[in-house]
């Protein structure tokens, strides 16, 4: 499904407007989007984490649709034992699991392998800020090289983790990218990986205003950049087969400057040239893999 314009994106709403997201939040817009393309008959289980913060303080909610909270390492395994009732009752209710990346690619990264293994029937979405956001912004093992977090300071010194390699090799009916900056995008493969049954993963980008230490108003600017940079890139894969997105086919011809990308963002102030060189052939070495996927018969 192609949209030409965001007016085809539904107007229904499943977040009301008294959620305590930062201003500027790049998680709250992508789980409008998420929902928005789920529809209301989900049950959203949400570990620990910026996401489950906001939703309101018990017994009030913001959120419209049922949520299970749940332990920070137990998401994907509580999603297996909703996902395996649902089946055995004959629901069709589709189970979503909204994590961080501390929870998906740290402390819940066990159970999300063992979901996959055991060919568990739902949908899991990384909302990736790159760090531990809702207790101070330490590192993860999703901070990429050179950033500053309150336990990073002076720069992280070990590359970012690829989740998405781990996840290709469960081998996943549906896997993708997105990011919220590219709303179309990413309601379009919400949708469609949820026509998949099995075990299927997004992993969406998530800029933070107070965590990237930038002004609240630019994180659709900020989601563009690392996009245009090559610092994030949008595919898809469906049964391994790799579709790249168009934002990031323009980008493998013609990346924005990754300075332009870092330089807006107070956590790389002060990274150091050789750092940036780093970052820049990370960026070559992903663009000539997908060069080398696209060209295979």
Avoid at 63 to 73: D, E, L, R
Avoid at 269 to 276: H, P
Avoid at 286 to 292: L, P
Wanted: hydrophobic share 40%; net charge neutral; aromatic share 8%.
């Amino acid at each position: 499904m192609e949209m030409d314009t965001i007016t085809e994106i539904p107007d229904d709403e499943y977040i009301l407007k008294c959620t305590s997201a930062c201003a500027g939040c790049g998680d709250s817009l992508t789980l409008r989007y998420v929902l928005k393309a789920a529809g209301p008959d989900i049950v959203l289980v949400m570990p620990a984490g910026c996401t489950a913060a906001f939703q309101g303080i018990y017994p009030k909610t913001a959120f419209t649709v049922p949520v299970v909270n749940i332990a920070f390492g137990a998401a994907a395994a509580c999603a297996s034992g909703i996902s395996r009732m649902f089946l055995a009752t004959g629901r069709t209710t589709k189970v979503i699991v909204y994590a961080g990346d501390g929870g998906t690619l740290d402390i819940g990264l066990q159970a999300l392998s063992g979901a996959f293994e055991r060919r568990t029937d739902f949908l899991y979405i990384c909302y990736d800020n790159e760090a531990y956001g809702n207790t101070g912004m330490q590192r993860s093992g999703a901070t990429p090289l050179g950033a500053k977090t309150t336990t990073t300071p002076a720069g992280k010194a070990e590359v970012k983790k690829d989740i998405d390699a781990i996840i290709a090799a469960h081998n996943p009916p549906y896997q993708a990218t997105a990011c919220a900056s590219y709303p179309q995008d990413l309601f379009r493969k919400v949708r469609k990986a949820l026509t998949f049954r099995g075990p299927t993963f997004i992993h969406v980008l998530s800029p933070c205003p107070p965590g990237w230490r930038y002004s609240s108003e630019k994180t659709i600017e900020v989601g563009r950049l690392a996009v245009k940079s090559g610092m994030w890139a949008l595919w898809e894969r469906e049964h391994g087969n790799l579709a790249i997105s168009a934002p990031t086919k323009a980008a493998m011809k013609k990346p924005v400057p990754l300075e332009e990308y870092l330089s807006v963002q107070g956590r790389f102030k002060g990274i150091d040239g050789t750092t940036v060189e780093q970052l820049k052939e990370q960026i070559r070495e992903t663009f000539h893999r997908f060069r080398e996927e696209e060209d295979r018969p």
